[in-house]
């Protein structure tokens, strides 16, 4: 679905690169989280997948992005966005109408989705969001956490192939992050979307990605299972992720020799290493 | 709370009108208010506009706009006021300028007219929703999508920039900026406000324009909307209303 050759750009007027010697390959379906520093190119690198970086966002680009098989740098971002579907930090300003109802038909309209199937494209996008209250509301009048579903609810019902999320729960609390996580896996799972997603919520990723990728100036630090990502603790400190509070459980209670397992990926796993060690 | 130019909800004869017959008709009762020579028809269409938004459940975008007119016609009027000689002199003030009954009519006038002009815009996008007006302006009247689309953005646009304002000045008086010590102050202190606010406002407005980019805005078509707006009978009757409306302001 994506693959990056070698990609390093350098926004215009700027002297340092965003992004360095990128090489990824993700398969369709693939779930992949990006975490980073701030300043790391990780929006950056999500800007590129959508063709904004070069088009929008010019500067000097090198290498080669193929998305769904297009070149993202001969594809437009419009023709880019019949198979990828974005939602970037900034919700708010993503929006192009006033009402919840017209925010989602509007790309269904823009790409000329058969009428007949637009009202249940809007009904199970609105209902998967759990904001079919919020139909008749006007954007205006939404709580930020409200704003960040429609924006996600917007571009679910263009069931693309390809979703690129720039943080999509930065303003959600954290039962409503883990609800929006939880309905991107069901359309990996239900539909094959292959979904890419800058976070800063760990754990949260960890919980549901297949793979994450480690930026750091520019460039790829470090690309694995998360299992893999959190057996190094050490350099994801001095990357400056933090490990989840589970994982870093684990690593002391590994070095007192009081287990051997792999560490946790989320509170039940850690929940079992605990009593298992107590045992 | 939803803003001034926000669309409330309703099922009224105004909010069940064809999106271009709103347009129309405030389109005419604008036009109507300027045509007319006479203050008292002014006086009336103002009372029409003021009923019918009432009607509406539009009292409190109606207030809303009535307290910020009146402010501005207020100002207006004053400034006004002493340059109009003609007319019967009530009273003689400094520097060859006079209050007259004709400035005082011809002031009075224009403020109405501001009104009339202003109150209808209020209300019909307070009734329409903005997506309806571009989709009928593009099926119906074959505007470009795009410069439908400009229209119905800049109007959008508006309660977003003041609710940018307000943040940007809460923030400022958060900062110890003290924007409550009278109007002449307040007016010496707001400028520097506004480069935050264009900032920001041009960081949106690029936003805005990619988000739509990528959401398929340049592969829009004519027919593509998901809604159909037929004429229906009352539409007519509006339509016929607002000619007899013109003609009368004409006449009259």
Redesign the interface.
């Known amino acids: 679905m994506i693959r990056l050759d070698n990609i390093s750009f350098k926004y215009a007027g700027s002297e340092a690169f965003a992004l360095r010697d990128i090489n990824i390959s993700v398969g369709a379906g693939e779930f992949v989280g990006v975490i980073g520093p701030a300043g790391a190119g990780k929006s950056t690198l999500a800007q590129a997948l959508s063709g904004v970086v070069p088009h929008v966002r010019r500067g000097d680009f090198y290498g080669a992005a193929w998305v769904d098989g297009s070149d993202t740098v001969n594809t437009t971002p419009a023709e880019l966005a019949r198979s990828v579907g974005c939602v970037f930090q900034d919700v708010e300003s993503q929006f192009a109408t006033t009402m919840v109802e017209d925010e989602i038909l509007y790309a269904l309209e823009n790409f000329s989705v058969p009428r007949e199937d637009m009202p249940e494209r809007v009904n199970q996008a609105l209902l998967d969001m759990g904001i079919g209250d919020l139909r008749e509301r006007s954007l205006f009048s939404l709580s930020g956490g409200q704003k960040q579903k429609v924006a996600l609810a917007a571009v679910m019902a263009l069931a693309p192939k390809l979703l690129v999320l720039d943080e999509p729960t930065g303003e959600l609390d954290p039962k409503s992050s883990v609800q929006v996580l939880r309905l991107l896996q069901l359309m990996r799972e239900k539909r094959g979307t292959t979904i890419v997603i800058v976070e800063q919520k760990i754990m949260l990723l960890c919980e549901f990605a297949d793979r994450l990728i480690v930026m750091d100036k520019g460039r790829i630090a470090l690309d694995g299972s998360v299992r893999e990502l959190l057996n190094q603790p050490d350099q994801l400190l001095e990357l400056g992720v933090n490990c989840p509070r589970v994982t870093s459980l684990a690593a002391r209670m590994k070095a007192r020799g009081w287990t051997n397992r792999e560490p946790p990926i989320n509170i039940p796993e850690a929940e079992r290493m605990v009593r298992e060690a107590i045992s | 709370?939803?803003?001034l130019l926000?669309?409330q909800?309703g099922s009224s004869p105004l909010h069940k009108a064809h999106p271009l017959v709103k347009l129309l008709l405030a389109v005419a009762i604008c036009v109507c208010g300027f045509l007319a020579d006479s203050i008292y028809i002014n006086i009336i269409i103002l009372l029409l506009i003021v009923l019918c938004g009432a009607r509406c459940g539009l009292a409190r975008q109606i207030r809303a706009t009535l307290k910020g007119m009146g402010a501005l016609c207020a100002i207006l009027f004053i400034l006004q006021l002493p340059f109009i000689g003609s007319g019967r002199v009530w009273i003689d003030l400094p520097l060859g300028m006079t209050v007259t009954d004709q400035g005082v009519r011809f002031c009075a006038q224009l403020c109405l007219r501001l009104i009339g002009a202003t109150l209808p815009l209020v209300m019909l996008f307070a009734v329409t929703?903005?997506?309806d007006l571009t989709n009928t302006l593009v099926a119906q009247l074959g505007i470009p999508y795009r410069y439908a689309?400009v229209l119905t953005?800049a109007v959008?646009f508006i309660?977003?920039l003041l609710?940018e304002m307000r943040e940007v000045i809460e923030a400022q008086t958060a900062r110890g900026v003290e924007l409550d010590v009278g109007v002449l102050r307040k007016i010496r202190l707001i400028p520097p406000l506004c480069a935050p606010l264009l900032v920001s406002c041009v960081?949106?407005?690029e936003?805005?324009a990619?988000?739509?980019?990528?959401?398929?805005?340049?592969?829009?078509?004519r027919g593509?909307?998901?809604r159909r707006y037929p004429l229906s009978g009352v539409d007519y009757a509006w339509i016929v209303s607002c000619v007899i409306l013109l003609t009368i302001s004409i006449i009259l």
């Open positions: 709370m939803t803003g926000d669309y909800p929703r903005l997506s689309f953005t959008r309660p977003v609710g960081q949106r407005m936003n805005n990619l988000a739509a980019e990528l959401r398929g805005f340049y592969l829009r078509k593509s909307g998901y």
